[in-house]
């Protein structure tokens, strides 16, 4: 039986989460490409609930910022001062008014939670006419959690938390996860009966099982059997075993769709990264944003690839790319650097240190060593010579050059932008190119070259090179050699 849609979630993130000890809230702290309370609100989201609010306290200008930016469909309620779950529940059935139906709570720092197991605990909360279904996990160490104490009928009498827990409660080890499923009307009635009357000082959300209960009514649990799913995050400890744990089922979910990853454990994906069967993704390589790999791409290793698109049967080796589309068949590295608008059609070709930037680089066109192409279009079949330098910035403004097709730029040429190089021009080595080339012409603009014959013996007299220089002047007299020949132009 699939479940009715909840009239609410409601995630608690007001909390300081002091053992972070971080400038930053601690459900803003990032894994795998999203923030944790960005992971609870997509669990939250397959829910369909009709609202779904943010409970914010510390830090709460972060967090509304980052839910105005990511997650513009949830609301934010302050809770002004932090008095516990049970308050900040409170707080937020005053501020939105009364729910009727089923209200999902859930705290903000369980990243790993899945859609489908919050699907599963409405389900069961409906199933058995629940008035509270709360969600529980065994683990092997309790320490800190609340702890389920069990009814005769197999349903819940209460929860007690750790530090209120006598060593009888303490030595059980299923616990509360901190999600729940609530009857709306119900959970209202009992948060107002609520106390402070604990070892904590505070309205504790866990104490409306007890009241519910001691009203006749039936509360239940929805038992997790992978506790590592409920991993909660109050520490960069476990901020990073969430990570590792989160991108681990990442990389499964690819590999299983088909997906080649050589090594899982140095292989880095983020939530929203695509890739298509038959990609291949090698050793050290993270893969961020929106990056999507088609069919038989291969990249790694050691890239770093942010919502970067690589085409079918591509190559992309030891580069950092950003923002970048790297077409069918195309190769890139090592040792590149694809910044935002880079746009490499079928076969093109970045090669070992080059630097790109809002630049089209055209089907079957090189930039193979040492290079920075910014703020250009390079047409089909060009080549762009070794050491070669796109000009784009006079300090003011960025310009851009368009190379036409077919074209030869010689190595070490300054593109100085704008400027524009017709189809099938040629430009020679060491140039520096400020006027635009029409097509088919060859450009040569470098400084011709003086020759000052036996200089280095003259002024450089008892040095390596000026007795190299005699030895060779010494054979070539008794040889009556000939000097050397049309020096080559290396375009
Ligand atoms: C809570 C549960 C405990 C459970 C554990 C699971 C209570 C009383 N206890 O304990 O049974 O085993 O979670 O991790 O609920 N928050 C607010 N406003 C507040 C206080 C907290 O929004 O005034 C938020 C926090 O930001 C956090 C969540 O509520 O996201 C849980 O609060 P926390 O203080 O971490 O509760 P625990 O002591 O871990
Ligand atoms: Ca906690």
Redesign the pocket.
Known sequence: MSASRPAAVI???????TRMKSRTS??LHELCGRSMLGHVLAAARALEPERLVV????RREQVTAHLAEHAPDAEAVV?E????????VRTTLERVGALTGTVVVT????PLLRGETLAALVRTHEDEGNAATVLTTEIPDAT????MVRAADGGIDA?V??KDADAAQRAINE????MYAFDGALLESALKRVTTENA?G??????VVAILRADGHRAGAHLVADWVETL?V?DKVQLAQARRRLNDRIVEAHMRAGVSVIDPATTWIDVDVTAAPDAEVHPGTQLHGRTHLEEGARVGPNCTLTDTRVGAGAAVVNAVCTGAEVGPEASVGPFAYLRPGTRLARGAKVGTYVETKNAEIGEGSKVPHLTYVGDAEIGAGSNIGASSVFVNYDGVRKQRSVIGSHVKIGSDNMIVAPVTVGDGAYTAAGSVIVQNVPAGAMAVARAKQRTIEGWVERRRAGTPSAEAARRVRETEGEQGADGAGEPADGA
């Open positions: 995630v608690l993130a007001a909390g300081e989460g601690k459900v409970v914010v306290g510390h809770q001062r932090q008095g516990g779950t049970g308050h900040a705290n903000g720092d369980h800190g959690y609340g702890r929860i938390e750790h616990i509360n996860v901190g904590g505070e309205e504790y959300l866990t104490d909660g109050n």
